[in-house]
Structure formats: C-alpha cells, structure tokens
C-alpha cells in the first residue's frame, strides 16, 4: 500500500510519542495515589509490575472525575443564572458552588450512569399532605 | 474545602456512628472521599453534599476496577496474564464507547494513535498537578500466617502410607483424647470430721462447766425451800425434766427426798398433761404465795 512508508514513520512518531508520555507519567503525580490504584486493580485481576501502567489507570479516572465534576459544576452554574434571571437579585450569584445529587446525577446521565437519588423519605404515604384533605 | 453535611433526609450522624461496623473497604474509600474532594475543588467547587461526594467516591472506585477487568480480559483472550498499554487502551476504548471520543467509529486504527490516550496525553500537559494530600502508607497490610509445620518439620512420620510427608502435621492424641480428671483438693475430708468432733467435745465441755458453777451458785444462794416446792411444781406442772433436775440438785445438797411424792406426780403427769397443766399453774400461783410466806417467815425465824 501506498501510504505505507508513511504510516510506518508516522507509526513511529505514534510509538515515540506513547512511549514518551508513558515517560512523562512518571514525573507527572497523579491525584489518586499509586497504592490505592494498585490495590483496586489487584482485586479485579490486572496484573502488571510495570507502575507507569499504573498511573495511566490513575490518571484515566483522575480524567473522568474531574469531567464529570466540571458537567456538575456546569449545570450547577446554569441553575444559579436561571434563578438569578427570575428574581433579578446580583446577591444570589455569589452563593457557594457546592456539588449536590442533582447535578451529579444530570452528568452522570451523560456518561451512561444511572445514579438517581430518592428525593425525600416519608413514614407514610400521607406524609406532607395538606392536613383538610388529609382528613378526607 | 468544606463540606455541608446533609445526608439523604434520614436525619443519621454520617460514618461517626459508632454503632456502625467497620468494613474491610473503608481505608481505600475514605481515600478516594479525599481524592474526589480535592478534584471537585480543583474544578471549581467550594462545597459538597455528603451524599453526593460519596456517589462520586464510589464511582471513582468502579471506573479502574472495570477498567483493569476489561484490560484483563482483552490480555487473556490475546493469550496472556500480564497487560500492557494495549490493552488498557482498548479498555478505555470499552469505557468510552457510551460518551463517545474521536476516532471510534474507525476501525482497523492502531492502538498506538488511540485518541483517548491523545485525550490523557493532553490532560496532563494542561491540568495542573494535584499530589494527594496525605502520604499513604502501602495497604492492604499483610500479616505473617503462623502455619502449621509439616510432618517433616515435627519429625513425626505420617499415621499412613497414603499421607505425604510435606503435608501438615495432625494434632496431638491430647487434644483429641478424653483423659479422667482428678479434681485437686485442697482440704482432708477426715481431717474436717475429726476437727469438728473435737471442736463439738470443747463446747459441750464448757458447756457443763458452765451448768455446774449455775448449780453451785444456786445451791449455796438459794434457800432449801424454794428448791423442795419448786420441784414439787415442776412435778404437777409436768415438767419431769425440770423437776428431775431439781431433784438432783437436793440430792447434790444431801436433803432428803420424799421419793412417794415425786413418783406419784410423774404418774399422775404422764396421766393427764393437759389437766395437770391447768392444774398446775393454779397451784403453781397458790404455792408461789406459799412459799414467798413460808420463806419470810423462815427469814424471820
């Protein structure tokens, strides 16, 4: 094939290029530290001495949380500006940005996650019932 | 970053309980509670619900463990048990499938230019580097099993030819064996009989020496007519003990006894208890005026 010579190269440049990263990883720390990684992956049977293969594993969830979270982050950030739109009120927007099932359950979604949360517990199915009709 | 702890609307104390239990996973869980917390802040976040970050934790705990069993299988079906890069990058392929990442729905590319691994690659050249907060030591702890020696090891030879020798020892016919008890005592039983008789003769000893001097008191005090009439009353009253007692006391003293009248009182005592002792106590009133009259007039002789 015609582009083989080229893909060759560029295969190299692809194997360098991975093996350089694989390189870089080990300067890089990730967030999740290296003996909780290894004992999680021991005990769904991945077996590797090598520890940059470790760490792409760490990194890969680092990646994975901190998408997630930033999705959060988004849907929180577009709630606040809906309710700051409705009540007109610039001290509402400097609320904290705190990460609630909510919004984790929206991004989560995305990601093919079924996290949904039960909303309230009640004692009784007639629990928060106005007490009239309660009575009915 | 602090934490706003409201949990599901139970109304429960979070993981200080303390009658919850420890389970074997809550080392490498409160890690990752860590770990999640500090990327939500690095993202932007200036708080959490306590569910919620629990969520996150727990799903940051699912992604590696499927990804390493994915990984695993794509090396076992290659025909190996050890995994590679190759592997881990078709397991995050695997992952990915769902959300979808550039270059998926190509096939025959090389694993090599994979674009998730691109998309890592570019993930740690932007994001800055967050160390865990803490150092952790290396876990789970391995504890050194006390195993049982073998055969060889005790310089036992197995109880049968079938038993190899490598294998572990059997325990101790002791341990398997019931032997009769000896109770240990501590005290002699004839010893303690022997002591309580001897204890018993003392008492009883001191005890007659103690009548004895009651005696010789009243016999050297009392006047010979008090004695006489109250055995006499004694005697109609029933008492034959106390009368005999009496009796001997006069005996004691050398008086002399009027044997006919003692005996006919027994007799008529054994005769009729209950009348004599009607009887009795109203001459027992009428002689006691008697004999306080015969004494002071003894007296005034």
Known sequence: MSHNPQSSDGKHDDDSTLSDFLASL??????????????????????????????????????????????????????????????????????????????????????????????????????????????? | MSGVKTTGGKGEDGPSSSLERAKADDFG???????????????????????????????????????????????????RTECNVFDITRALEDLGDSHGFPGASETGNCLVDSCIVKGITQFVDTKEEIPFAQPVPKFPVVRNEKLVPSFKHMNEAPPGKHI???????????????????????????????EQARRQIKAERALLRLQQRFVLVVCTILPKEAIISDSIIFLLIGDSVHACYWKSMLIMRGEKVWHWLSETCALLSYMSVGFLFHLGFTVFFTLATVESLVSMIAIGY
């Open chain 2, 29 to 79: 869980r409160s890690i990752s509670k860590i770990v999640v917390a500090q990327i939500c802040e690095s993202v932007g976040y200036q708080g959490y619900k306590e569910s919620a970050l629990e969520a996150l934790a727990d799903i940051s705990i699912w992604y590696p463990c499927d990804l390493a069993k994915n990984a695993s299988f794509h090396a076992n079906l290659a025909g």
């Open chain 2, 164 to 194: 190899p020798s490598w294998l572990p020892a059997f325990p101790d016919p002791h341990t398997y064996n019931h032997t009769p008890m000896w109770t240990e005592r501590a005290s002699n039983p004839c010893a303690d009989k022997i």
């Open chain 1, 26 to 136: 080990m300067d890089y720390t990730p967030t999740i530290p290296d003996e909780l990684v290894e004992q999680y992956l021991a005990k769904s049977g991945f077996q590797c001495p090598d520890v940059r293969l470790i760490r792409l594993v760490a990194v890969a969830t680092q990646k994975f949380v901190a998408e997630v979270a930033s999705d959060a982050l988004q849907h929180c950030k577009a709630r606040q500006d809906a309710v700051v739109k409705d009540k007109r009120d610039k001290q509402q927007r400097d609320k904290r940005l705190i990460l609630t099932m909510d919004d984790l359950s929206k991004s989560l979604r995305e990601y093919g996650v079924n996290v949904k949360h039960q909303e309230y517990f009640a004692d009784s199915p007639s629990t928060g019932i106005d007490p009239a009709s309660r009575e009915e």
